[in-house]
């Protein structure tokens, strides 16, 4: 299989890259300096020249609560400029299989827990990451539009909850969660702090899945593109509150303080927890425990 990744530098391209079943295809891996994704023409241009079997789509502009607050305009147009040109691009080129990234956080703020695929567009989104959302489905949509139009373009969605794992961000100002809490935590045991502040009263729940689990069914997605369903949830179908997240990273790093609740910080959408009953039906399921994935994000953390 010939593949092309954009956003082959980002957490999970690099993760898909070092992944041995990946290494045994022919990968085009482009970076910024490399192509242009902001340019259609360009774009169009490299898929052409490549002629790949399928186009992994991971690019876009990521980060958590402190980003998208402080930069919603890029958040919004960025993504859907990326989207776009990279989606219409595919067609374009003739490339007939195309896995598109998703994220949990199209979903309705108010939506019921655990989140089905069936609930994109059926409500009011977080204000917190509404931007980012807004480009995720508009590319979820093209993806359906295009195959709509015709079948032979296998263009899907895969919609993984929260990630945290090797090659992540851990600058609190640019990173979610678990990422943002290894820091802090790590830098409080250095600085032989006593006490570490929680944004909120910690009892807003995630589901954070470690990222080579997701390249895991990227993969299996890629061998069996046909009966993947048109959107999917790629998650663990269980969550924990921000509490639990900060007592199990500081069991890894070693943290021995207390924690503060700062309620005057914003904390986002009480629970996020993605239904993984289609994926199971599809036949896939998550396999690295929070602990595992931890104690492995954290040895990553400890080299860089």
């Known amino acids: 299989m010939k593949l092309i990744i954009t956003g082959s530098g980002g957490m999970v391209g690099q993760n898909i890259i070092e992944d041995s079943r990946f290494q045994k295809m022919e990968l085009s891996t482009p970076r ?12 169009l241009k490299y898929f052409r020249k490549h002629q790949p079997s399928a ?14 607050l402080a930069n919603p305009v890029a958040f919004l147009i960025e993504n859907l400029d990326v989207n776009r040109n990279v989606i219409l691009a595919g067609r374009e080129a003739g490339i007939k299989t195309l896995i598109n990234l998703g994220s949990s956080c199209m979903y309705p703020r108010d939506a019921k827990n655990p989140l ?9 989104l ?40 090797r090659y992540d961000k851990f600058d609190p100002k640019h990173s979610h969660l678990v990422p943002a809490v290894i820091r802090k935590l790590h830098d409080a045991v250095a ?29 299996r997605a890629l061998i069996d593109t046909k009966s993947l369903p048109e959107i999917m949830n790629v998650g663990l179908g269980v969550d924990y509150s921000v509490n639990e997240y900060y007592q199990a990273v500081a069991e890894v790093v070693g943290y021995k303080g207390s924690f503060k609740h700062d309620l005057s ?9 993605t239904s993984v009953e289609l ?26």
């Not at 910024?32 to 774009?43: G, I, M, N, S, T």
């Not at 089905?116 to 009011?124: N, Y």
Request: some cysteine.
């Open 126 to 165: 977080e204000p917190t990451n509404e931007g980012y959302a807004i480009a995720k489905i508009t590319a979820q949509r093209l993806c359906a539009y295009i195959r709509k139009e015709d079948q032979e373009f296998n263009y899907k969605t895969l919609i993984p909850c929260n990630l945290y794992g």
């Open 116 to 124: 089905t695929e069936d609930l994109v567009l059926k409500g009011e």
């Open 279 to 304: 994926a199971r039906k599809w036949g896939w399921e998550s396999k690295t425990s929070l602990v595992d994935g931890l104690h492995q994000t954290y040895k990553y953390f400890l080299n860089l």
């Open 191 to 219: 600085m032989n702090l006593k006490e570490v502040d929680i944004w909120g009263d910690g009892t807003a729940r995630r589901e954070f899945m470690y990222s080579s689990d997701l390249v895991d069914c990227i993969y």
């Open 265 to 273: 910080k914003p904390v986002g959408m009480k629970q996020k927890l």
């Open 55 to 68: 186009i992994v789509h991971c690019a876009g502009r990521v980060g958590g609560i402190q980003a998208n």
């Open 32 to 43: 910024r300096a490399d192509l242009d994704l902001f340019k259609y023409e360009d774009v």
